[in-house]
C-alpha cells in the first residue's frame, strides 16, 4: 500500500518536474516548481523525515519560491499566450489533480496510523524512543558534532553563490558591452 | 675517469654552451672541434679497448654480481625501486659502430659547412645532440636507458629534416617521427613486459624465478634461456624487432625512409643512412638475437623472405628513379635487406658479413649522399635530365664519386664485396649447426628450415646485379655524355674541404676492401656472442629430436678463404 | 591549536580570499587586488609546505584526515594556483571589470579543491566539490565576448551539475546501504557491502563527479568546448588545477573500495574503468588529430590523458596510485607550461588556433623553448616527465597483467604523437603570419613561472627518485588510513 502511494507522489513529482520544463510562460513554470516542492516535502513527510519535511515547505515552497517569482516579474510580466491543449481545461484537470491529491493523502494517513510503519522510518524511530530527544535537537548536534565540516562548508558556499550571482549580474549596456568607468581599470 | 660518459654527453653538452655563448659565424668551427675531441676520445677509448673477445670481468648490478663483457662499464644507480641503472659500456659490437659514428659525426659537420646558411646555431646544435643519442644508443646497456637514447635521436633529426631539408620536409620529417614513434611505443610496453616476466627456470626448484630488472647483463643471463611462449619470447621479440626493423629500414616497414632521405639536409642523409639505420641493425643483434633465440628462430624464415624482398624491391625502385638522391635512397633499402639477411642466417660468415655491411654502408651510402649534396649545392636540382658529360669540367669529383659508386656496387677489391660476398655465402649454407645433423629433409621444413636456402641466395644476388645496374646508369647519366647543358658549363669542381670527405671515405673503403682482416678479427668476437644463445637453443633442439650434434658451429668457417677472394 | 595547524593551507587560502573580497569592497585597483591575492597564494603554498609531514584529523574524527597525502595533493594544488595566478594578472580576454574578481574566484575554488582531498565523509566531499565549481562556474562567464563566455559556462556548468548530481544520488545509494557517510565505516562495513552490486553501482555513480572534473570519458564533453570558450587564465586552472584534486578523490575513493582483500567485486568496478581509459584515451587522442584551435586540442588531450592515468587507477595496486601521483605532479607542470603559451600567444585574441603560433621561435625563443618542453612531456619524449610518467602508469598496469589494456593505451600515445608534432610543426618551422609578427616579450614573474615548470618536467624526467619517494610515502600514508 505504501508504496502505491510513493509512486503516486513521484508520479505528481515528475509530471510537475516536466512542467516547469516544458511551459512556456515563466510564471506557470515557477508554480510547478512550486509543486515539485510541496510533491518532494509530502514524500518527506511520509518518510517521518518531518523537520527536512518542514524546512522544505518553508524554505524552498515558501521563501524562495517568492523569490523567484519577484525576479520573474520584475523582469518580464507578459500576458501569457494562446494555452496549450493540455491546460485547456485547466479547470478539469485541476480538479482531476486535487483528487488525486486528496485520496494519496487519505491513503497515507490511513496507512499511517493503521499499520505505524513506514518504510525508511524504521531506523530514525527506533533512535528516537532511545534518546527520547526530539528530531530538531538531535539534528542540531549533529550538525556542530558529526557533520561539522558540512556544515561550515555549506556557509562558505553560499557565500560563494552570492558572491557569483552579483559578479555575474554586473552591469550591461544595452548591447551587452560592459560598461567601464575609467578608474576602476586603473 | 667516465670515458663513455664522456663521450655520450660531450656533444650534446658542448653544444648547448656553445650555441648560448658562441657568435654565429663561429659556431660550426666550434661544432667541428666538438666532434673532433670526440673523435679522439673515441679513438682513447678503442687504443685501450680489449678486441680480443677474452674479457670477462664481475660487475655488481644492484644485488646480483654477473660476470660481464663490457669494459669502460660505468654503473649507477638510477631507480633502484624499478632495476633502472645509468649503465654504459662497450664490447667489440657496440666500439666499431661507435667510431664508425665519431667519424661521420666530423663529415656530417663539414658537408654543412656551406649549405648551412639559415639558423646556423640551431643547426649545429642538433647536429651535436644526435651525435649524443646515438653515441648513447650504442653504448647502453640498459634497455630503460637504451630506450631513452633511442627516443633522443628522433627529436633533432625532426627539426634537421624539418627546417633545413628541402621542399617537401614537413611531410617527410612528420612521416618519419611517426613512423618510428609507432614502433618505439610498442617497444615501450616490450621492455616492461620484459621487467616483469624476465626470469630464468630454477631446475632445483622447478619453478621460473622472477629476476626485476632493466639491466641488460642480468637480461642476458636470465631470459636467453627463454621459454619459446608467447608471453615470455614472442610478443616482446616482436615488439622490439618491429621498432627495430622500422629504423633499419626492412622491407612492408620502409617507406619512411626515401622521403626523409630525399628531404634531409646533407648532413642529414648522412648521419640518416650512415649511423642511424645502423642503430636499428645494432639493436636486433644486440637485443632481438640473444634475448630471444627462440623467438628468432622461429620468425627467421619470415624475416629472411622479406630481407629478400626488400634487397629487391629497394633495387627496382632505385632504377626508376628520376631523382639522384631517391635513388641513394632506395639502394639504402636495398642494401640494408643484405643486413637483416645476414643476421638471421644465423651462421658465423653470414653475421659477420652483415655487420660489415652497416659498415660498407655507412662509408659507401654517405659517400653518395655527400657527392649528391655537392652536386646539389651547384646546381640547386637533383634531377637525372639536368646532368651529363660532368666529368669533363668536375674531374676529381667525378673520379672520387666513381670509387663510392664502385664501393655500393660491391666490387671485388673494395669494401662493398666482402659484406655482401659473405652473407650470401652465409645464406646459401643456412644453420650450419643444423645442416650437420640433418638426414631428415622435412623435419628440417618443420623446423622453419629453408630449404630454399637457393633460393633466397639467388634473389639476393639478383639484388646485387640490379644494384650494380642502377648505380652505374645513375653514375653514366650523370658523368658521361656530352656535357650540353649550358648551366652545368659553368660548375667549379670540389674544393679541398669537399674532396678531402670523400677522399677520407674513399680511402676508408679502399682499405677496408684491401686488408679486413683487422675489422674481421675485431668482429669475431661480437659475432660469437651474438649467435651463442641461439646456437645453444638449436643444439638443445636438435637433441630434443633425437639427433646427434657434432660441434656447436661457432667457429669463423671460411675466414682465409675469403680473405683470399678478397685480394 | 593543533588543530587550527592542520587545516592551515585551507585557512590561508580561505582568509586570503575573503582579504581579496575585502579589498574589492574597498575598491582597490586591480594590480592591488592581484597582489594581495598572490601573496596570499604563496602564503597559501608555505603553509602546505609547513603541514607537509602532519597527520590528524582537525574536525570530528573520521570527516577530514590531514595525512601526507592530502597535504601533498594541497602543495600541489597551491603551487598550481600560484601559477595560474601568475597568468591571471589583467587578462585581456577577461571583461574588464572582471579583473578584480578574477583572483578572488580563484582563491576560492582552490580552497574548496583542497578540501576535497582531505575529505573522508561523503557530505563534505560533495559540498567541497561545490564549492570548487561554483567560482569556477562564475568565471568563466567572463569573457569578453558575451556569447563565448556564455556558451562555454553553459556546457560546463549544465554538465557539471548533471556530475554532481549524479554524485549525490551515487552517494545516497552508499549511505542507504551501508547508514554511513564516513568513509572508515564503509571502509569496515565492505565486506558485507561489496557483495551487494547496489553498493558498486552506487560507488560508480558517485565517481561520477570526479571523472566529469578529470574529464574522463562519459563525461568529457566539456573539455574541448570549455577550454576553447572560456578566458584563457581561467581555462589554465580548470585544466591544471582542478585535476589534481578529483585525481585524488579518486585515488581516494578505488584505495577504499578496490585495494581491500575482502572485495571481490572490486572486479566490476575494475572492468568499468578499463572500459571508460579505453574509450577515454581513443576518444580524446582521434578527436585531437583534426582540431585547428589549440585549447581546444589541449582538451581532447587532456581526456586522452584522463584514460592514461585511469589505465594505472584500474591497478588497484599502490604501485599504480604512486605512478598517479607522480604523473599528476608532472602533468600539471607540463599542462600549465602548454597553456601559458597559450595565453601569452592569445594575449588579445579570444581565441588560439594552432595557426597562431606560427614562427613562435622567432617571436619569443623563449615561449618556443617552453612550448618544445611542454608538447615533449605532453608526448611522452624523454628526458621530461611525460615519459617517465608513462612508463611508471603502464609499468602498474602490466605488473597487474593488464597487458592488451597497455598496448592500446601505447598505441594511442603513438597517435598522438602527429598531433603534438604538429603543434611544434608550426611552431618551429613555420615562418610567422604576417598579421601577428611582433616580438613576444612575457612579464619577468611569467618567464620565472615557465622557469620553474620547465625545471620540474625536466627535473623530474631525468631525476624522479625524490618525487617518487614522495609519492610513494603519500600513498602509503593513504593506505594506512584503509
Given at each position: 500500500m505504501a508504496l502505491v502511494i510513493y509512486y503516486v507522489l513521484f508520479g505528481i513529482t515528475v509530471l510537475f518536474a516536466l512542467g516547469v520544463l516544458f511551459n512556456r510562460n515563466t510564471v506557470r513554470s515557477a508554480i510547478c516548481l512550486v509543486g515539485v516542492m510541496a510533491a518532494l516535502a509530502v514524500n518527506y513527510l511520509i518518510m517521518r523525515q518531518e523537520f527536512v519535511a518542514f524546512i522544505q515547505i518553508v524554505v524552498y515552497t515558501g521563501a524562495i519560491m517568492v523569490l523567484f517569482l519577484f525576479v520573474i516579474m520584475l523582469l518580464n510580466l507578459r500576458e501569457p499566450e494562446v494555452m496549450p491543449w493540455y491546460l485547456r481545461k485547466a479547470r478539469f484537470w485541476g480538479g482531476a489533480l486535487s483528487l488525486v491529491f486528496f485520496f494519496t493523502l487519505a491513503l497515507a494517513v490511513q496507512v499511517w496510523t493503521v499499520s505505524g510503519v513506514t518504510p525508511g522510518a524504521i531506523e530514525n524511530e527506533a533512535f528516537i524512543k532511545e534518546s527520547g530527544t526530539p528530531e530538531v535537537i538531535l539534528l542540531s548536534t549533529l550538525m556542530i558534532t558529526k557533520y561539522v565540516a558540512p556544515f561550515i562548508l555549506t556557509s562558505i558556499l553560499l557565500l560563494v553563490a552570492v558572491i557569483g550571482a552579483i559578479v555575474m549580474a554586473k552591469r550591461y549596456d544595452e548591447d551587452g558591452q560592459e560598461i567601464i568607468s575609467e578608474e576602476e581599470v586603473s | 675517469m667516465p670515458l663513455l660518459t664522456l663521450i655520450i654527453f660531450l656533444p650534446m653538452i658542448a653544444g648547448a654552451i656553445l650555441a648560448l655563448t658562441m657568435p654565429t659565424k663561429k659556431m660550426k668551427h666550434a661544432a667541428l672541434g666538438v666532434m673532433i675531441v670526440d673523435l679522439l676520445l673515441v679513438l682513447y677509448a678503442a687504443m685501450t679497448f680489449d678486441w680480443s673477445g677474452t674479457f670477462v670481468t664481475e660487475a655488481r648490478v644492484f644485488a646480483e654480481t654477473i660476470a660481464t663483457t663490457f669494459q669502460h662499464r660505468e654503473h649507477l644507480p638510477w631507480l633502484p625501486e624499478f632495476g633502472i641503472s645509468y649503465t654504459v659500456g662497450a664490447d667489440n659490437l657496440s666500439m666499431i659502430f661507435v667510431i664508425l659514428t665519431a667519424v661521420l659525426g666530423i663529415i656530417g659537420v663539414l658537408c654543412s659547412w656551406t649549405s648551412i646558411v639559415h639558423r646556423e646555431k640551431e643547426f649545429y646544435f642538433f647536429l651535436l645532440a644526435l651525435q649524443t643519442g646515438i653515441m648513447g644508443t650504442f653504448l647502453a646497456i640498459d634497455i630503460f636507458l637504451f630506450y631513452m637514447f633511442w627516443e633522443l635521436m628522433l627529436i633533432p633529426l625532426y627539426f634537421m629534416i624539418g627546417n633545413w631539408g628541402s621542399k617537401n620536409r614537413i611531410y617527410a620529417t612528420m612521416k618519419f617521427v611517426i613512423y618510428t614513434m609507432a614502433g618505439s611505443v610498442v617497444m615501450l610496453v616490450a621492455m616492461i613486459w620484459m621487467y616483469y616476466n624476465n626470469g630464468a627456470y630454477n631446475p632445483q626448484l622447478g619453478v621460473i624465478e622472477y629476476v626485476r630488472s632493466y639491466s641488460y647483463e642480468i637480461m642476458l643471463q636470465t631470459q636467453s634461456g627463454d621459454h619459446g611462449t608467447f608471453q615470455a619470447s614472442y610478443f616482446p621479440f616482436l615488439a622490439l624487432f618491429i621498432a627495430f626493423a622500422i629504423k633499419v629500414p626492412l622491407f612492408p616497414l620502409h617507406t619512411w625512409l626515401p622521403d626523409a632521405h630525399t628531404e634531409a639536409p646533407t648532413a642529414g642523409s648522412v648521419i640518416l643512412a650512415g649511423i642511424l639505420l645502423k642503430t636499428g641493425g645494432y639493436a636486433i643483434i644486440r637485443y632481438c638475437i640473444p634475448l630471444f633465440p627462440d623467438a628468432s628462430i622461429s620468425f627467421a624464415p619470415l624475416i629472411t623472405w622479406l630481407s629478400v624482398i626488400a634487397i629487391i624491391y629497394g633495387a627496382m625502385a632505385a632504377i626508376v628513379q628520376t631523382d639522384i638522391k631517391r635513388l641513394v635512397a632506395y639502394s639504402s633499402v636495398s642494401h640494408m635487406g643484405f643486413v637483416t639477411l645476414g643476421i638471421f642466417s644465423f651462421n658465423p660468415a653470414a653475421m659477420s658479413g652483415a655487420i660489415l655491411q652497416m659498415i660498407n654502408h655507412g662509408i659507401s651510402t654517405s659517400g653518395l649522399f655527400l657527392a649528391v649534396g655537392m652536386i646539389y649545392e651547384r646546381r640547386h636540382t637533383r634531377e637525372f635530365k639536368e646532368f651529363g658529360g660532368l666529368a669533363t669540367n668536375l674531374p676529381i669529383f667525378a673520379a672520387l664519386t666513381m670509387v663510392m659508386v664502385l664501393s655500393s656496387v660491391g666490387l671485388?677489391?673494395?669494401?662493398g664485396f666482402l659484406g655482401e660476398f659473405n652473407i650470401l655465402l652465409g645464406s646459401m649454407q643456412n644453420y650450419p649447426i643444423l645442416m650437420q645433423a640433418q638426414d631428415d629433409a622435412s623435419w628440417a621444413a618443420a623446423m622453419g628450415?629453408?630449404?630454399y636456402t637457393w633460393l633466397v641466395a639467388l634473389g639476393a644476388t639478383l639484388g646485387v646485379i640490379f644494384g650494380a645496374v642502377y648505380l652505374l646508369i645513375m653514375y653514366q647519366r650523370v658523368f658521361f655524355g656530352k656535357l650540353d647543358n649550358e648551366k652545368n658549363k659553368g660548375l667549379t669542381d670540389l674544393v679541398p674541404r669537399e674532396w678531402g670527405q670523400l677522399a677520407f671515405l674513399a680511402v676508408a673503403a679502399l682499405a677496408i676492401g684491401l686488408f679486413p682482416k683487422p675489422i674481421f678479427d675485431a668482429m669475431a668476437p661480437a659475432t660469437r656472442t651474438a649467435l651463442e644463445p641461439v646456437a645453444r637453443v638449436l643444439q638443445m633442439e636438435v637433441k630434443d629430436k633425437g639427433y646427434e650434434l657434432a660441434v656447436p658451429g661457432v667457429v669463423i668457417e671460411n675466414e682465409e678463404e675469403l680473405l683470399a677472394l678478397g685480394e | 591549536m593543533a588543530n587550527v595547524l592542520l587545516i592551515l593551507p585551507e585557512l590561508t587560502i580561505f582568509l586570503a580570499a575573503i582579504l581579496v573580497f575585502k579589498c574589492l569592497i574597498l575598491g582597490l585597483s586591480v594590480l592591488h587586488v592581484w597582489r594581495v591575492a598572490f601573496a596570499g597564494s604563496l602564503l597559501g603554498l608555505g603553509a602546505c609546505l609547513i603541514t607537509l609531514g602532519m597527520t590528524g584529523e582537525p574536525f570530528h574524527p573520521g570527516i577530514y584526515r590531514v595525512d601526507l597525502f592530502s597535504q601533498l595533493m594541497k602543495t600541489v594544488i597551491a603551487a598550481a594556483l600560484v601559477l595560474v595566478l601568475v597568468l591571471s594578472d589583467s587578462p585581456p580576454v577577461m571583461r574588464r571589470d572582471a579583473w578584480r574578481e578574477l583572483p578572488f574566484f580563484l582563491l576560492l575554488s582552490s580552497a574548496g579543491l583542497m578540501m576535497m582531498t582531505s575529505a573522508t565523509e561523503l557530505i563534505t566531499l560533495y559540498l567541497a566539490l561545490e564549492l570548487s565549481a561554483f567560482p569556477v562556474y562564475a568565471l568563466i562567464v567572463l569573457h569578453r565576448d558575451r556569447r563565448m563566455g556564455s556558451e562555454g559556462a553553459t556546457k560546463y556548468m549544465l554538465q557539471g551539475m548533471v556530475a554532481s548530481a549524479v554524485t549525490l544520488y551515487g552517494m545516497s545509494f552508499i549511505f542507504g546501504l551501508?547508514?554511513?557517510?564516513?568513509l572508515s565505516e564503509i571502509a569496515a562495513a565492505l565486506p558485507e557491502?561489496?557483495?551487494?552490486p547496489l553498493f558498486w553501482v552506487g560507488l560508480l555513480l558517485l565517481l561520477a563527479g570526479f571523472l566529469f572534473k578529470l574529464a574522463l570519458f562519459p563525461f568529457h564533453f566539456w573539455a574541448p568546448d570549455t577550454y576553447f570558450s572560456s578566458p584563457h587564465p581561467v581555462a589554465t586552472f580548470i585544466a591544471t588545477v582542478s585535476k589534481v584534486a578529483a585525481i585524488a578523490v579518486l585515488c581516494r575513493m578505488v584505495a577504499v573500495a578496490g585495494w581491500n582483500e575482502a572485495s571481490i567485486d572490486g572486479e566490476t568496478l575494475r572492468i568499468v574503468l578499463i572500459v571508460l581509459a579505453v574509450a577515454a584515451m581513443t576518444l580524446g587522442n582521434l578527436a585531437a588529430l583534426v582540431q585547428k584551435d589549440f585549447k581546444r586540442l589541449l582538451g581532447y588531450s587532456a581526456i586522452a590523458h584522463a584514460g592514461y592515468i585511469v589505465v594505472a587507477l584500474?591497478?588497484?595496486?599502490s604501485l599504480g596510485h604512486t605512478a598517479i601521483v607522480f604523473y599528476t605532479i608532472g602533468y600539471l607542470a607540463m599542462t600549465w607550461i602548454c597553456f601559458m603559451v597559450a595565453c601569452e600567444v592569445g594575449r588579445n585574441r579570444d581565441t588560439v588556433p594552432v595557426s597562431a603560433l606560427a614562427g613562435l621561435w622567432q617571436r619569443s625563443p623563449m615561449l618556443a623553448l617552453c612550448l618544445l618542453i611542454g608538447i615533449f612531456g605532453l608526448t611522452g619524449l624523454p628526458p621530461t616527465v611525460g615519459f617517465i610518467g608513462k612508463w611508471f602508469l603502464f609499468s602498474a598496469a602490466l605488473e597487474d597483467g593488464q597487458f592488451l589494456l597497455v598496448l592500446i593505451a601505447a598505441l594511442n600515445s603513438a597517435v598522438a604523437v602527429y598531433y603534438y608534432m604538429r603543434v611544434l610543426r608550426v611552431a618551429y618551422l613555420l615562418e610567422p603570419a604576417k598579421e601577428d609578427t611582433g616580438i613576444l616579450a612575457p612579464s619577468p614573474l611569467v618567464v620565472t613561472g615557465a622557469m620553474v615548470a620547465c625545471l620540474v618536467v625536466l627535473w623530474m624526467g631525468v631525476a624522479p627518485n625524490y618525487f617518487w619517494e614522495i609519492a610513494a610515502e603519500a600513498i602509503v600514508a593513504l593506505g594506512a588510513t584503509y
Open positions: - | 671485388p677489391g673494395l669494401n628450415m629453408t630449404q | 551501508s547508514g554511513t557517510t564516513y557491502l561489496g557483495s551487494q584500474q591497478a588497484f595496486s
